[in-house]
């Protein structure tokens, strides 16, 4: 059973940055694609970043390609978001996401079994 914990969302100004961490713990997390969603109120959670398992691929909504940074540190357990040039949109609770399956990668959220609780970002015009 994976879990998964986040951390450094907070309140910046629209052009800031942000770094989001993602722990993971409980499975073989070099065996597992990454993804980060996030999902603004009254609207579903959308795909935003992902990384495979072996961290050769990286895949990004279009929404942020350019801005947005997703890694990951496999001695640390840990995906990383970077998050560059915010702007108000980006606005949401960011959620990590770990793979149900080894070996894969995908953008679609049903492919992911385990969350974290969830992280804040907030821009302000």
């Known amino acids: 059973q994976a879990q998964l914990v986040e951390s450094g969302g907070g309140l910046v100004q629209a052009g800031g940055s942000l770094r989001l961490s993602c722990a993971a713990s409980g499975r073989t997390f070099s065996q597992y694609a990454m993804a980060w969603f996030r999902q603004a109120p009254g609207e579903e959670r959308e795909f935003v970043a992902g990384i495979r398992w072996d961290g050769v691929a990286t895949y990004y909504a279009g929404s942020v390609l350019g801005r947005f940074t997703i890694s990951r540190v496999t001695a640390e357990n840990t995906v990383y978001l970077q998050m560059n040039s915010l702007k108000p949109e980006d606005t949401a609770v960011y959620y990590c996401?770990?793979?149900?399956?080894?070996?894969?990668?995908?953008?679609?959220?049903?492919?992911?079994?385990?969350w974290g609780q969830g992280t804040q970002v907030t821009v302000s015009s």
């Open positions: 996401g770990q793979m149900t399956r080894a070996w894969g990668s995908s953008r679609d959220s049903s492919e992911y079994g385990y």
